[in-house]
């Protein structure tokens, strides 16, 4: 479990998602939430009293915001402060592997490719620690439950399965555990894996997954664990297992330093198809500095 939960507000549906999402956890063993509305003075220069008279609204709307939470979430001690600067870099540097930072984003309505670089993938790409996506809650959406983890056999898999495994258990909620595989790319166009090749990498695969369930098992015993082993594409595999999730935990490699860094591909794919909260999970070397 993380010690520090960090949501990023601004006033919009998708950060109050975020907000209601962070409360909501932390109710669950009365912790804390630090709120951060960052005003980004970036959009104000040359035009100081633009600037106060948006910062000083936006400490009305925050200290709204912090109300609502305590009313509805009393055990959660909120924190909150209204900053101005760059919103990316200062909640960059709230990121750390002990702290849960939390952004919420619109509901997908454009193409794919309008979303690839959006904050929150931005964010999760250059954190040094893990971070969460929520999207914005639509009406009458029915109750989510469970945790569910991709796994791939590679140390940040692993990483985001420990971590997953500790959001069941703080939940009390099952963790669902999915390997999904695909057999590796032919050099001819036209060769085709035959069936034999393909029960041997089935039965690795299944493996691979068992070994996962049994460790977690082990560690956890009164955790609820089911897994999934799919022969497909992950991220469809994913998308799919996680619709109505309490949140989807995958692991990042996070491609290059923070400033142009990358996510891998599984993990940019999930946040294109977002369609639960998501949690990105780092390398352990992220964690080091």
Same mark, same amino acid.
């Given at each position: 479990?993380?010690?520090?939960?960090?949501?990023?507000?601004?006033?919009?549906?998708?950060?109050?998602?975020?907000?209601?999402?962070?409360?909501?956890?932390?109710?669950? =063993?009365?912790?804390?939430?630090?709120?951060?509305? $960052?005003?980004?003075? &970036?959009?104000?220069?040359?035009?100081?009293?633009? @600037?106060?008279?948006? /910062?000083?609204?936006?400490?009305?709307?925050?200290?709204g915001?912090?109300?609502?939470?305590?009313?509805?979430?009393?055990?959660?001690?909120?924190?909150?402060?209204?900053?101005?600067?760059?919103?990316?870099? *200062?909640? /960059?540097?709230?990121t750390?592997?002990?702290?849960?930072?939390?952004?919420?984003?619109?509901?997908?309505?454009?193409?794919?490719?309008?979303?690839?670089?959006? @904050?929150?993938?931005?964010?999760?790409?250059?954190?040094?620690?893990?971070?969460?996506?929520?999207p914005?809650?639509?009406?009458?959406?029915?109750?989510?439950?469970?945790?569910? $983890?991709?796994?791939?056999?590679?140390?940040?898999?692993?990483?985001?399965?420990? @971590?997953?495994?500790?959001?069941?258990?703080?939940?009390?909620?099952?963790?669902?555990?999915? =390997?999904?595989?695909?057999e590796?790319?032919?050099?001819?166009?036209?060769?085709?894996?035959?069936?034999? @090749?393909?029960?041997?990498?089935?039965?690795?695969?299944?493996?691979?997954?068992?070994?996962?369930v049994?460790?977690?098992s082990? =560690?956890?015993?009164?955790?609820t $664990?089911?897994?999934? *082993?799919? %022969?497909?594409e992950?991220?469809?595999?994913?998308?799919?297992?996680?619709?109505?999730?309490?949140?989807?935990?995958? &692991?990042?490699?996070?491609?290059?330093d923070?400033?142009?860094?990358? *996510?891998?591909?599984?993990? %940019? &794919?999930m946040?294109?198809? *977002?369609?639960?909260?998501?949690?990105?999970?780092?390398?352990?070397?992220? %964690?080091?500095?």
């Amino acid at each position: 479990m993380t010690e520090r939960t960090v949501v990023c507000w601004n006033g919009s549906p998708a950060a109050d998602a975020a907000l209601s999402w962070g409360s909501a956890r932390e109710a669950l =063993h009365g912790g804390t939430v630090t709120v951060i509305d $960052v005003v980004d003075a &970036g959009t104000y220069l040359g035009d100081d009293d633009a @600037f106060d008279r948006a /910062f000083e609204a936006q400490e009305v709307e925050l200290e709204g915001a912090i109300r609502r939470v305590r009313t509805t979430w009393p055990n959660v001690d909120v924190r909150s402060a209204v900053v101005k600067g760059d919103p990316v870099e *200062l909640l /960059f540097a709230e990121t750390g592997p002990n702290v849960l930072v939390i952004v919420g984003t619109k509901r997908r309505t454009a193409p794919r490719a309008r979303y690839g670089w959006s @904050f929150g993938a931005r964010l999760a790409a250059g954190a040094s620690g893990p971070v969460a996506i929520v999207p914005q809650s639509v009406p009458d959406e029915p109750p989510r439950t469970g945790i569910v $983890v991709g796994v791939d056999g590679t140390p940040v898999g692993d990483r985001a399965l420990d @971590f997953a495994a500790r959001e069941a258990s703080l939940r009390g909620e099952q963790l669902t555990i999915v =390997h999904a595989w695909q057999e590796p790319l032919a050099w001819y166009p036209t060769a085709k894996p035959d069936d034999d @090749f393909l029960e041997a990498m089935r039965r690795a695969r299944r493996e691979l997954l068992d070994d996962r369930v049994q460790s977690i098992s082990a =560690h956890y015993a009164s955790l609820t $664990v089911e897994s999934m *082993l799919v %022969h497909g594409e992950p991220v469809i595999a994913l998308r799919d297992a996680a619709r109505s999730a309490s949140a989807l935990v995958v &692991g990042s490699r996070r491609l290059g330093d923070w400033k142009r860094a990358w *996510l891998g591909s599984v993990s %940019h &794919g999930m946040i294109l198809e *977002l369609v639960s909260p998501t949690i990105v999970v780092g390398p352990e070397e992220d %964690h080091d500095d």
